[in-house]
């Protein structure tokens, strides 16, 4: 990773960090929400990248099993929420449909404990916010999406597409290029709207969106 990348990527996770903290007021725009999964998909992948051109040849697999951990930790969280949900209202579909433990998911290949936590996912999806009663709000869920995408990201990469540091390389300037179109393209677009309406999100994305040049200390706004 050249000097130019190390300061997008560091813009990037900047970005990502507004997008962790604000996903209620971001999703007010629908279209923004889908472009989110995207770039952190991207980030996801970049990292990956990162980690082969490193000489890290046990980076990407270092690098699944940290999401996997995530997405069950999330999983098990939102389902056991479900779970005494259903009890309480007498639900008993859904109640077995939530009967999962982290245990029982570590043991699960890639695709299906991918397939399980989506279907998790998509239960709670379905109540909205009946759940915040019992401690899982309608951010909680969505950040559960967050982790499955994440985690889709890693297994779904072609085991060929990223093989040694030279193509790693390749990829890597890609990928960082993929997900700076996207911001500049899309979401740079979308956030204007919310310039007025949600003024402290609006100037938070901008300010991450500063590229700090990591050698000198300088600064600039990378549309410009």
Do not use: W
């Not at 962790?20 to 990248?49: H, M, Q, S």
């Amino acid at each position: 990773m050249n000097a130019q990348q190390r300061n997008k990527v560091a813009m990037f996770k900047a970005v990502k960090n507004v997008f962790d903290t604000y996903p209620t007021e971001l999703n007010l725009i629908k279209a923004l929400e889908g472009f989110i999964v995207d770039f952190d998909a991207l980030l996801v992948k970049i990292e990956a990248a990162h980690q082969v051109q490193q000489g890290n040849t046990t980076g990407n697999r270092q690098l699944k099993l940290k999401e996997e951990a995530e997405m069950i930790q999330a999983t098990v969280q939102v389902a056991g929420t479900m779970f005494v949900y259903a009890q309480v209202n007498e639900l008993p579909d859904l109640q077995a449909k939530c009967a999962v433990s982290a245990s029982q998911l570590e043991r699960m290949s890639d695709e299906k404990v991918r397939a399980t936590c989506l279907n998790i996912y998509e239960e709670a999806h379905k109540l909205g916010d009946a759940l915040t009663d019992y401690g899982k709000t309608a951010e909680d869920v969505a950040q559960l999406k967050k982790e499955i995408d994440d985690f889709a990201a890693i297994i779904s990469s072609p085991r060929s597409a990223i093989v040694t540091r030279s193509q790693a390389t390749k990829e890597l300037a890609i990928l960082t290029k993929d997900c700076n179109d996207l911001l500049r393209n899309k979401i740079d677009k979308l956030v204007e709207l919310l310039k007025d309406s949600q003024a402290k999100v609006y100037n938070t994305y901008r300010a991450a969106r500063v590229i700090v040049d990591l050698r000198g200390g300088h600064q600039h706004i990378d549309e410009e």
